[in-house]
């Protein structure tokens, strides 16, 4: 007979922090995320030290998962890397249709984490640079001239179609890949 062991504090807290600061945004109150996480304040501490170490691991702990998304909607359009991109593109409409959708997430934990030595910055930028290094590595297996440079202009074409879908839901990404495919065939 199995048996399954409930998750415990540490675990709760991330769940809890993960699921509100996406649906009521990085503000959300400390008191709201322990009594989602059925947790006392002193849990927040021992494990990490405070709010600003729970929503970095939250970030941290997102990263991995949003990275692979993009990896496996990558994969499921082939080997030809221009297909590969394009296929990010597309995946952007049903992300942003989806009922749940508040926009990126790591825009906003950096508009509204002001302090810029706040340690989730860190893992924002990580979180970027390596979203767009496998843009990059698209690009260079395209041969594309400026592969560096369009893979940065993609990113800034996926960070706006994110940031504009949480107001203006699907039509925020229409067309969307119609630019990406005017940056990437402008380098071939």
Not at 61 to 78: K, L, N, V
Request: proline share 3%.
């Amino acid at each position: 007979m199995a048996t399954r062991t409930a998750a415990g504090p540490r675990q709760r807290l991330l769940e809890a922090a993960e699921e509100l600061t996406y649906s009521r945004g990085m503000n959300v109150g400390v008191d709201a995320i322990l009594k989602r996480a059925n947790v006392a304040r002193r849990s927040l501490y021992e494990h990490f030290g405070g709010k600003d170490g729970l929503v970095t691991a939250v970030l941290e702990r997102t990263t991995e998962a949003d990275e692979r998304h993009y990896r496996e909607t990558m994969d499921a359009a082939g080997d030809d890397p221009r297909k590969r991109l394009l296929a990010v593109f597309d995946g952007l409409e049903a992300v942003i249709a989806e009922p749940t959708f508040r926009g990126c997430r790591y825009l906003s934990a950096d508009l509204a984490l002001a302090d810029p030595d706040h340690p989730a910055h860190a893992v924002t930028r990580e979180y970027r640079r390596r979203i767009t290094a496998l843009l990059e590595h698209e690009l260079t297996r395209l041969r594309h001239r400026a592969a560096g440079r369009a893979a940065a202009q993609l990113f800034v074409l996926i960070d706006g179609a994110l940031a504009a879908g949480a107001t203006r839901r699907a039509e925020a990404a229409t067309g969307v890949g119609e630019v990406a495919e005017l940056i990437i065939d402008a380098g071939l």
